[in-house]
């Protein structure tokens, strides 16, 4: 009797710190949003100091790399110390076992998160479930400051079902409770596999709902369905994440749905960066949680100076990024709140949407959702070609059977895709990024003559 009173008040104690934290990384948010930029950064100067320090006393793969290139005993006191800092980029971190980037073991109480594949392979990520949900506090954090309002719903066009119950949801029951009892933090979703007519029947049931969540390629798909349909919403806000949002869409959106569109900006490395109000050429940064620098500045044919963007997540102290290569390019923008607490427009992914035998559209989001964690490959993507016919193109990890590759990642497709054919093509080499954003597409449209 003794034991269980004293594991559940651990367990109690464990929840109350964690909205404690929860709560203070939203006054976290509210402060530095009011600061200057020079007050930013002496505030992640004091962070960066400590994570840095952290990551070298407990983190295998970082106590080496800054015993290797000198500054295992740096301290650090202003910008030029930070300098001295190695840059590290995801492929460094490939070649190292996953729990030498630990600053702690790999326990089954940590979130697992796997990337999208932007640079052409997916990568495994563990935080504490407390730095996982501050990205949950910076959305909320975000919206509240476009006008939505806790008792606003929130409408999600995702990969996710409509029954879904998410994490932070079920560790959090304080949520759920709020939802039910008083009907805060209300969101209704409907699926990315959801055919359109039925997507536009639960739009209309929810015709008061202010925000509509969702992806650029999920929305390309939505918006041409509405212009072939004649119709158009008014929504107050649309948000649009995972993807680069082009100005064409940005158009098409307020045209048809009738609002302002929001571009969220993040990574797996570090969600929720900041976002892209729609009302200047820039992103408000979420500078309390990430530290953003801009490297290799370079002036283009157009005239603009581009940099490389570097992160240093502030939150994530059990597998640090710290001067981690994004690889990503932002326009450098005059004046000193560039980057500490804006930051210019992303040249990011951009993937084609393509349009399947039946005449259903794929987007990115679907072959995210379908083959984020398919671990019978190293990379995988999508191709159409010319002709129509479309082939799911995969790279096998060592020792694979082919057939036997090809069998499970045909089970995976029919789940969603049963009636459309799919080849599946096996690759000996890396498949290349995009030469002009960088990135990887897993979805391409081939034209005639291309590989």
């Not at 109690?12 to 934290?21: E, I, K, V």
């Not at 008792?151 to 996710?160: A, D, G, P, S």
């Not at 794929?362 to 398919?374: E, G, P, S, T």
């Amino acid at each position: 009797m003794g034991s269980s009173a004293t594991v559940t008040h651990a367990e109690n104690a464990a929840l109350m710190f964690r909205y404690g934290s929860l709560v203070n990384h939203y006054a976290d948010s509210v402060r530095f949003a009011r600061l200057s930029s020079s007050a930013v950064r002496c505030r992640q100067l004091v962070r960066f100091r400590r994570l840095f320090e952290h990551a070298r006393e407990h983190s295998p793969f970082y106590r080496h790399l800054y015993r290797e290139t000198g500054v295992d005993r740096l301290v650090i006191r202003d910008w030029a110390d930070i300098e001295r800092v190695p840059m590290v980029d995801k492929a460094l971190l490939r070649t190292v076992p996953t729990q030498d980037l630990m600053t702690r073991p790999i326990t089954p109480d940590l979130v697992r998160i796997t990337t999208s594949g932007s640079s052409g392979e997916p990568f495994v990520i563990y935080q504490a479930r407390t730095e996982q949900y501050t990205s949950h506090v910076r959305v909320f954090a975000m919206l509240c400051e476009l006008g939505w309002r806790p008792w606003q719903r929130i409408l999600m066009l995702t990969r996710l079902e409509p029954s879904a119950v998410l994490q932070v949801e079920q560790d959090l029951g304080l949520l759920t409770r709020l939802r039910r009892g008083l009907g805060l933090f209300e969101r209704d979703i409907a699926s990315i596999y959801t055919p359109l007519t039925e997507v536009l029947r639960w739009l209309d049931s929810h015709a008061n709902a202010p925000v509509l969540w969702s992806t650029p390629g999920i929305i390309t798909i939505l918006c041409d369905f509405l212009e072939e349909q004649g119709r158009r919403y008014q929504f107050r806000l649309v948000v649009l994440t995972s993807e680069t949002l082009s100005r064409t869409l940005r158009s098409r959106c307020e045209h048809l749905l009738g609002a302002p569109v929001v571009s969220h900006y993040g990574l797996q490395e570090c969600p929720t960066i900041g976002h892209h109000p729609g009302d200047g050429g820039y992103f408000r940064i979420q500078s309390h949680a990430c530290m953003l620098e801009l490297v290799n500045a370079r002036v283009e044919g157009g005239g603009g100076t581009l940099g490389d963007v570097v992160l240093t997540n502030l939150v994530n102290h059990t597998m640090p990024f710290i001067r981690y290569r994004t690889g990503d390019t932002s326009e450098v923008l005059p004046g000193p709140d560039c980057p500490a607490k804006v930051l210019g427009l992303i040249l990011g992914r951009v993937d084609d949407v393509l349009t399947l035998p039946g005449g259903q559209r794929f987007a990115h989001h679907h072959a995210h959702a379908l083959f984020m964690d398919f671990q019978l490959c190293t990379q995988f993507k999508f191709v159409q070609y010319p002709d129509g016919r479309l082939a799911l193109r995969l790279r096998l990890r060592s020792g694979e059977a082919p057939e036997a590759v090809r069998d499970a990642a045909l089970a995976r497709w029919r789940t969603r895709f049963a009636e459309v054919p799919l080849a599946v093509e096996f690759v000996d080499t890396v498949m290349p990024v995009d030469a002009r954003t960088g990135k990887f597409k897993n979805i391409e449209r081939l034209s005639a003559g291309s590989a």
